[in-house]
């Protein structure tokens, strides 16, 4: 009978023949990187009404994409004849006879928001009593949540 080697050579030759298994194939194998990463662009608007008379409330907003660093745009628009006469700490605007509100701020000390952090504007208004929630509400271009 033939003596086929000590358990420790054939455990030496084994792991041998590992190693060079994986030295062959370490080179041809490619590792891909993943690049940059971005949220999916979107938000969240929360209208909250303090009082009907006058009409006066928040709004809160929370993006839930990449921050965003160089100003930015909230449009939404009210079916009920609702009309925003002042707002703060940002600019209000809605065109006369219009429902649709633009809510914006390029200040630079609030041209910014975070992912997830809200920020609110407080106004004031003439309004019929709120029946639905605004429609139409999008954060620079990208449509949000009510």
Known sequence: MRSRGSAAMKTFTRLAALAGSAVMFSG????????????????????????????????????????????????????????????????????????????ASNAPWNSSLATGVPFRAGFVGTSRPIVSPPTAVALNGTVCQV
């Open 28 to 103: 041809a194998a490619a590792v891909a990187l993943p690049g940059a990463a971005y949220a999916a662009a979107g938000c969240v608007m929360y209208l909250n009404v303090a009082s009907f008379s006058p009409f006066s409330g928040t709004i809160d907003i929370i993006n839930t994409g990449d921050p965003i660093t160089n100003g930015w745009a909230l449009t939404f628009t009210f079916t009920g004849g609702q009309r925003i006469t002042s707002g703060w700490p940002v600019t209000f605007t809605q065109p006369a006879g219009s429902g649709t509100v633009t809510v």
